[in-house]
């Protein structure tokens, strides 16, 4: 039950596009399609922002896309804005238990 | 509307125990799984235990297995943690979730827990 790797930190300007990774192995993001990526600003409860690998939940912008490839899972955010600026985790199901990322802080320049 | 509404967090020196509850609203409770996650002081989140809608199965994370117990009265809408044999490690955010698939969908506002001498 390892974390799953991300990046500690990615940055871009208003408009740019970001892409987190989160990888993990074949026993948990590459063996099933249950990905989902948390979107959490300090001292807040963590929100859903992608669920099953790419599906987005009502109510969160468009902007927010995510994918998979292998032991890869990716959260891209498009058209970055000043409230996007927050950490972000990723968490995979992995057969009898959960596994989430280490966390990346998500800096708006 | 979803509401989940955690309690029974507070000090407690290591070597003892505290039991968190999370009050369900809003859902058919029974249907769903449930988890718990914790994120202690300025670090990530980390899943803790998890039990199905029927209070069959559970599942726990290997740092707290043998430790702590989920467990859930879908009579009363709540879900529980008891935490034995509490370590400093274990200080922490305890967050419930209310699970749809293989994703923690809603989180309650959550429960701090403190161990220390």
């Known amino acids: 039950q390892s974390a799953l790797t991300q990046p500690r930190s990615v940055s871009g300007s208003p408009g740019q596009s970001v892409t987190i990774s989160c990888t993990g192995t074949s026993s948990d993001v590459g063996g099933y399609n249950y990905v989902s990526w948390y979107q959490q600003y300090p001292g807040k409860v963590p929100k859903l922002m992608i669920y099953d690998v790419s599906k987005r939940p009502s109510g969160v912008p468009d902007r927010f896309s995510g994918s998979k490839s292998g032991n890869t899972a990716s959260l891209t955010i498009s058209g970055l804005q000043a409230e996007d600026e927050a950490d972000y985790y990723c968490?995979?199901?992995?057969?009898?238990?959960?596994?989430f990322g280490t966390g990346t802080q998500v800096t708006v320049l | 509307e979803v509401q989940l509404l955690e309690s029974g967090g507070g000090f407690v020196q290591p070597g003892g125990s505290l039991r968190l509850s999370c009050a369900a609203s809003g859902f058919t409770f029974s249907t769903y799984a449930m988890s718990w996650v914790r994120q202690a002081p300025g670090q990530g989140l980390e899943w803790v235990s998890a039990i199905s809608g029927d209070g069959a199965v559970t599942y726990h994370a290997d740092s707290v297995k043998g430790r702590f117990t989920i467990s859930r009265d879908n009579s009363r809408n709540t879900l529980y943690l008891q935490m034995n044999s509490l370590r400093g490690e274990d200080t922490a955010v305890y967050y419930c979730a209310k699970q749809v698939g293989g994703t923690h969908v809603y989180w309650g506002q959550g429960t701090l827990v403190t161990v220390s001498s």
């Open positions: 968490c995979s199901y992995a057969g009898t238990s959960y596994v």
